[in-house]
Nanobody
Framework: QVQLVESGGGLVQAGGSLRLSCATS????????MGWFRQAPGKGREFLAA????????YYADSVKGRFTISRDNAKNPVYLQMNSLKPEDTAVYYC?????????????????WGQGTQVTVSS
């Protein structure tokens, strides 16, 4: 089992920045692919970014490319989502997730573990 806990959400003005963290515990995640998703009220869960834990390859949705960055410092540290130039439409609950390979990165059904989510609210 893998446990994921997000933190770092909050209220920010449009144009501001936030950094979300996803702490991992339980079974080693060294071979997992980590992803970030979000879900706005009344909408489906949307893929944002993913990275391979070992190789450092990163993948982004077009909607956040250039504004959001997924990263980690080393195998023991959380996975981060740096969010810059935030817009009111970025308001959502943000989730981290883990899966075992790089296939179907955009598909929520392909992920094995999920965190509980953290709320991000961007005011205009």
């Amino acid at each position: 089992q893998v446990q994921l806990v997000e933190s770092g959400g909050g209220l920010v003005q449009a144009g501001g920045s936030l950094r979300l963290s996803c702490a991992t515990s339980g079974r080693t995640v060294s071979s997992y692919v980590m992803g970030w998703f979000r879900q706005a009220p009344g909408k489906g869960r949307e893929f944002l970014a993913a990275m391979s834990w070992g190789g450092g390859s990163t993948y982004y949705a077009d909607s956040v490319k250039g504004r959001f960055t997924i990263s980690r410092d080393n195998a023991k540290n959380p996975v981060y989502l740096q969010m810059n130039s935030l817009k009111p439409e970025d308001t959502a609950v943000y989730y981290c997730a883990a899966k075992r390979d790089l296939s179907r990165l955009y598909d929520i059904r392909a992920y094995d573990y999920w965190g509980q989510g953290t709320q991000v609210t961007v005011s205009s």
